[in-house]
């Protein structure tokens, strides 16, 4: 079954065209890197699939569901997740409140006005947050944890949802090379029924833990295939080397 | 916390016993104000949406009310959920249209369709008797009470605004609320947290519009007369400036700048001839020295002192 099927999808900026036709399929339970350089099309390809942009032309269908014209939070409910490049998480409140808005989205008690916040909605988040190596940090607030916990809660959050697809935007950027590794592990520990669409630049990084790699290049995709066929593939060091 | 507001509570339930009709009719328009900021407090504090058009919620459940008393003769027990009903359901209308917008784009909204009522009561003379207002209106005997004297008004008014609020505060420490805040900070992250932000959105300009709706119906049984004017900008602005000056996204905040705003109003210019220069000093003051507000100013500088004694 596929996770992911897109088909001629298109997206301009005024005369611009960010996306100027992608083709893809992403398989149930593979893990996609897309790799591209800077203005390749990558976040916006991201910000189509969640539906952040609408898409000028093409469609997407997650898990066979036509959901190009669907509303963001449409999406999130039939099982999609995401991480941002820039962190976009709630500095004030606590780790452990970030995490716990991340469950409450996908429940009915999100509309309750009267009650208050479970604690067992809390405990749930707490056991998110440990598996991102966070639970002694869950009563901080997000302003006073570093850049490299921070990048844990939003993983932690996309995590919480139990996605069936998850898009993670260079979930390495801006880490010390021990954060890196932290993080790595936390994306290394997803369980295989979820769905990793990945865009890093970390090549080192992210190319091992790939089982194919797209590459993207002007809105298009250029290469696709296994680590070993996209490394020998001429395009890619076009693309990468100039030559 | 509970102290404060069990100090508060009893405060005010004993204050008629000390101090004069003047200052009893007064507590009862701060309450009243109160319960009107409040409810801009719900959009401005915790929705991060400014609305410069709230006075129409209050206007228009006052001219309900006294519209239903003096065309229909009917009963205040009829009279207030109609009232109520009639401008809810408004609400919802100037939801779908406020809301196509947020930051400026919504404040302007609001403005504009509070200025289209302001605008029909004062040209609507068959209907709202124009400049003159509604007058001969009758206060309501709930259980046979009667609400003429200051004093048993003024409890009247507690018991309504002890409610208003301790709704309004259930509200925002609920899930929902919780929801509200988030889409406040992150509005794009919420949703791809699954949360529908229009209609978290939409359901609180209408939760907030009622409980402006209930100052409305205190607002008319309070001065048993109503004017265009309760409809107007400077009446949507007033009760923004009270919610910035006691400290928005506070329970409390609301509270103290309805008590500012109404006190400098109304006790300052007995004795101040340009008492609306002494307001607006006073605004600058907060601004520049609390500018989160009084409440959380004064907790910060309290704070502050702890810390250093």
Known sequence: MEALHIQGLKKSFGGLPAIAEVWLSVEAGEYRLIIGLNGAGKTTLFNLLTGDLPADAGSILLFESNVTRLATHKRVHLGLARTYQIITLFPQDTLVHNVALSLLGLTKARWNSFGSLSSALYGEARTVLAKVGLETLAQRPIAEVSYGEKRRVEIAMALAQKPRLLLLDEPLAGLSREERGTVKQVIGAIPRETTVVMIEHDMDTALDMADRITVLHYGRVIVEGTRAQVVADPKTREVYLGY | ?309
């Open chain 2, 1 to 309: 916390m509970k102290t404060w507001v069990f100090g508060t509570l009893a405060l005010l339930a004993v204050l008629p016993l000390g101090v004069g009709e003047y200052y009893v009719n007064l507590a009862s328009q701060v309450l009243i104000f109160a319960v009107f900021a409040a409810s801009i407090n719900l959009l401005l504090g915790y929705g991060g949406l400014p609305s410069l058009g709230h006075a129409a919620y209050l206007g228009v459940a006052a001219y309900l009310s006294a519209l239903l008393q003096l065309k229909l003769g009917l009963s205040h027990w009829v009279i207030a959920p109609l009232a109520l009903l009639g401008t809810t359901v408004m609400a919802c209308a100037f939801g779908l249209i406020a809301l196509r917008a947020a930051g400026l784009g919504f404040l302007m909204l609001t403005l504009a369709l509070s200025q289209v009522l302001w605008g029909t009561a004062y040209r609507w003379v068959s209907m709202t008797d124009g400049d003159n207002g509604l007058r001969g209106l009758a206060r309501p005997a709930p259980f046979g009470i009667n609400l003429d004297g200051a004093p048993a008004f003024y409890y009247f008014t507690l018991l309504i605004a002890a409610f208003a609020i301790w709704m309004m505060a259930r509200f925002v420490n609920s899930p929902f609320g919780a929801t509200l805040k988030g889409t406040r900070d992150q509005s794009r992250r919420m949703s791809a947290l699954g949360y529908h932000v229009w209609l978290i959105r939409w359901v609180t300009f209408i939760y907030a519009a009622f409980w402006g709706a209930v100052s409305g119906l205190l607002f008319v049984y309070y001065h048993k007369y109503i004017h265009p004017v309760s409809l107007s900008l400077a009446n949507s602005a007033e009760g923004l400036l009270a919610v910035i000056a006691g400290g928005s996204g506070t329970l409390a905040g609301p509270i103290v700048g309805a008590a500012i705003v109404l006190l400098l109003k109304n006790w300052a210019s007995a004795y101040i001839e340009r008492w609306n220069m002494l307001l607006g000093f006073v605004f600058v003051f907060i601004v520049v020295f609390m500018p989160e507000g009084v409440v959380p100013g004064v907790k910060r500088l309290w704070k502050r002192y702890i810390s250093r004694a």
